[in-house]
């Protein structure tokens, strides 16, 4: 550490360690220092070079530096499991983007090993931080659903076009593992482990594709978590539905930090990833004195930073880790079963 400051290094220079890490990053200056990145083609990048950051075409100018105390992974899903293993092996900590790995097995081999040696590891969850995902909590925590019936999530695009240009089926290029581990870990974060499992994993476009639609039931007693994403809704249904026994809470839109880094407008401007009015969820509810109540629920901030303030925490002040292996490996069991049957 320098002066009470984590030092980084990434693995990857693409979109990734561009646009979902390095402005988060930059907005806890008084927890972080990015020292390097590593590109093998670090020359052939599109991405304007960062003042004060060393660009490297060499892996030990990360994994042989004293200085670094962590390495953030930022590379396609193929290479994780590799990458991950070096930087732990070296001694140092790390957070790999996900899906965390391409199997269960990596990845308790690789919890295992950042255990051995005493060292933070997890995947980037930084879903668990978006802004309707957090309303939805602050709304069920207000009690004015009453007791949780259904809760409906949805992950929608209409790009057909990636879909029909796959000619082949790659378990960890599927649409389960690439979207699933988003609103997966919401729901194990939140809700822990499921008492069941339905699944409904297909290949719209036939045996042989690209797995482009899922449709995961988690049970949690009488509660039933519905996890939905397709890559044909033209119109995309509702972020999220919740449905208790006084009432229903429906929030149509989502986060909007993404949607402002696609634009480049970054974290640095005060209404960042702001929800406005015409966001909002909707709350429909009976009150304890039987009165009908609609009303629109103002969106609580979303910030991927957290997850870098709970990695701070954790490595630093010794608080428990946020993102939790054993949350990260039910995901990979979940992920891993939902494929199994498709060629």
């Known amino acids: 550490m320098i002066s009470n400051k984590l030092v980084l290094g990434f693995i990857g220079n693409g979109k990734s360690t561009n646009r979902y890490h390095l402005p988060f990053v930059f907005q806890r200056k008084d927890k972080f220092i990015v020292k390097t990145i590593y590109n093998p083609h670090i020359h052939h990048d599109v991405w304007e070079k960062i003042d004060g ?12 530096d004293d200085e670094i105390d962590m390495v953030v992974v930022c590379t396609t899903q193929q ?5 991950t293993k070096m930087v732990l092996e070296a001694g140092k900590h790390c957070l790999c983007e996900k899906p965390f790995m391409e199997t269960y097995a990596q990845a308790e081999e690789i919890f295992a090993l950042a255990q051995s040696k005493g060292l933070y590891c997890s995947p980037y969850q930084n ?5 309707d995902f957090l309303t939805v909590q ?3 925590e207000s009690g004015k659903l009453g007791e949780l019936l259904e809760l409906e ?13 796959t000619d082949h089926f790659d378990p960890a290029m599927s649409y389960l593992y690439g979207h699933g581990c988003h609103t997966l870990d919401q729901v194990i974060s939140y809700f822990g482990k499921p008492d069941m499992i339905h699944y409904d994993v297909r290949q719209l476009l036939g045996t042989g594709r690209m797995n482009d639609y899922f449709d995961l039931d988690l049970y949690y007693g009488t509660l039933k978590v519905s996890v939905k994403s397709s890559y044909f809704r033209i119109k995309a249904r509702p972020s999220f539905i919740v449905y208790g026994k006084k009432g229903m809470f429906e929030k149509c839109d989502k986060d909007r930090q993404e949607e402002h880094l696609k634009l480049f407008y970054m974290p640095n401007h005060d209404d960042f990833g702001k929800d406005l009015p015409e966001h909002y969820g909707v709350l429909t509810y009976y009150d304890e004195k039987g009165v009908y109540h609609e009303e629109k629920v103002p969106s609580e901030q979303g910030d991927y930073a957290r997850v870098y303030d709970d990695i701070y925490s954790c490595i630093v002040e010794g608080k428990e880790q946020v993102i939790q292996p054993w949350q990260t490996l039910l995901q990979m069991q979940i992920l891993e079963t939902g494929v199994k049957g498709l060629k």
């Open 138 to 140: 602050k709304v069920i």
């Open 53 to 64: 950051v060393h660009y490297s075409e060499n892996l030990d100018d990360l994994l042989l």
């Open 79 to 83: 290479y994780h499991y590799q990458y």
């Open 153 to 165: 999530m949805h992950f929608d695009y209409y790009r057909p076009e990636i879909p029909e240009k």
């Open 127 to 131: 879903r668990r931080y978006d802004s």
